[in-house]
């Protein structure tokens, strides 16, 4: 049997990826001891950025649309502030607030908030050879 391609899409709304790729699928393959093993892709990352790769597209229009709803009828952002709103801008936006919120608990969690590039670094090393940090 051939392989085959099939259409996934980056997780990550600024990459190029998030509106499609092909990934090559293996087919399956015959091994009598196991019974058989279902097909699998070539590679389990987007090709452009390395993010998670999707089997569909993220449905974000309505979910975006939603809360801009909601923001607007609460009074939080102007009626007119939503006619023309780029919503995989602003997936991407929150995207990249919720990584950083991310990255910052992490760096708290281990003591490297407000520590210099070089400090960050040092302290990190001191982390892993003391095993707390599997780097």
């Known amino acids: 049997m051939r392989g085959f391609t099939q259409t996934h899409y980056c997780a990550d709304a600024k990459c190029e990826g998030f509106t499609g790729f092909e990934v090559r699928w293996n087919p399956d393959v015959w091994d009598p001891e196991w019974g058989g093993h279902p097909a699998e892709p070539t590679s389990d990352v987007c090709p452009h950025c390395k993010s998670g790769m ?35 801008q602003l997936l991407a936006a929150i995207q990249e607030e919720l990584r950083r919120q991310a990255r910052d608990a992490w760096k708290a969690e281990y003591g490297l908030l407000g520590l210099t590039p070089k400090q960050e670094r040092a302290r990190i090393n001191e982390l892993v050879q003391e095993g707390i940090l599997p780097f």
């Open 54 to 88: 999707l089997d569909e597209p993220v449905a974000y229009e309505d979910a975006i649309g939603g809360l801009l709803d909601e923001l607007a009828g609460g009074g939080a952002i102007a009626l007119g502030d939503t006619t023309a709103v780029d919503e995989r």
